[in-house]
């Protein structure tokens, strides 16, 4: 449930308070009064009916650049009356639906191309790096938590879902940033350090099988649900991290030291869970039902969309028969 405020023009009011009692708003009221010339709605309204409410509004405030919707957290609603709940634990555990608008400004965020993007990706590099060398899982883990390499990544497949090429150039240029400072960082630490590739640490990010495609496919499924049910970020951004970081920092110790094998698998393996990432995730924005708010803007993109999906299932069916033919090869390694 959340309290969506409206401020606009004072002729709208009985407009909106309509629309509150069309939507199924458990509760509406005026906070301005009739002397203002801007007036100000507030309504309680459950999450079912959030977004269908939402997009009305917009469409009435489309002549009115100066009104304003403003979505608030509501934690708890209590009335004298109020019950107590038999299943206020299947209650709590609820997924909340979170609506493509509050979506849309979570994830913005997540794509930002700054300087503590670059900071945290920097420092997650380092640390990735020293504890696959030294084969120190604690360190490893400890890099995963500080990379921020899922915002971007689920910000591309929300932007795919949406037909929005801001958003779409904004997300690439940042997994494009975070990937090659990884990668570069990853390289210079190589010509510095000694580098044994036969370790489990290392080993493991240069051997990709379809275990790896089922690990990458659920960190992108679970990153995208983490923004809609509430589930820890921190948590599912470890998930993905596993899944990028790690090979990224092996592919750049391994072109480090020039050695083809190693560089090989690594590469293999980010690659797939790139794909797999941003493939679960776009698969399950589809299922939430992500999509532009006009019809014409959905039909707008609907080729795209339906392409977007194709080459990600083209590109993974290519790197899945890739692996199967490098793990049947004799001289793999």
Not at 195 to 223: C, K
Not at 272 to 286: E, P, R, T
Request: charged fraction near 15%; glycine fraction near 6%; charge should be neutral.
């Amino acid at each position: 449930m959340r309290i969506v405020e409206t401020l606009a023009d004072r002729k709208h009011a009985q407009t909106l308070l309509g629309m509150a009692r069309f939507y199924g708003a458990e509760d509406a009221w005026r906070v301005s009064d009739d002397t203002q010339e801007r007036c100000c709605i507030r309504m309680l309204v459950p999450d079912d009916a959030r977004q269908a409410l939402i997009d009305s509004l917009q469409d009435l405030f489309k002549a009115d650049p100066g009104a304003r919707i403003i979505i608030q957290p509501v934690d708890t609603v209590l009335t004298r009356d109020t019950p107590v709940r038999q299943d206020e634990e299947l209650h709590k555990a609820r997924a909340i639906a979170a609506t493509r608008e509050e979506l849309y400004a979570t994830i913005v965020k997540g794509a930002r191309l700054d300087t503590n993007f670059l900071i945290l990706t920097l420092l997650s590099t380092i640390a990735a790096a020293i504890g696959l060398l030294e084969n120190n899982v604690a360190v490893v883990i400890g890099a995963m938590v500080i990379a921020p390499l899922l915002g971007p990544n689920i910000a591309l497949a929300f932007a795919t879902s949406l037909g929005d090429r801001g958003l779409i150039l904004q997300a690439l240029r940042t997994i494009g940033a975070g990937l090659g400072l990884s990668l570069l960082l990853s390289i210079l630490i190589a010509l510095v350090w000694q580098v044994d590739f036969t370790g489990p640490e290392i080993a493991s990010r240069t051997d990709v099988g379809l275990d790896s495609v089922v690990l990458a496919l659920a960190s992108g499924a679970a990153a995208v649900l983490s923004l809609t049910t509430g589930l820890s970020s921190t948590l599912v951004g470890v998930m993905v991290a596993v899944a990028l970081l790690p090979p990224t920092a092996t592919l750049g110790l391994a072109i480090g030291k020039l050695d083809a094998a190693p560089a090989l698998g690594a590469f293999l393996l980010l690659a797939v869970n790139i794909v797999c990432v941003l493939l679960s995730a776009k698969v399950v924005f589809l299922l939430k039902g992500v999509r532009p708010r006009t019809w014409t803007e959905r039909n707008r993109i609907r080729q795209s969309k339906t392409l977007y999906l194709a080459l990600w299932i083209l590109l993974l069916t290519l790197l899945i028969g890739i692996i199967l033919l490098r793990s049947s090869s004799p001289w793999n390694p």
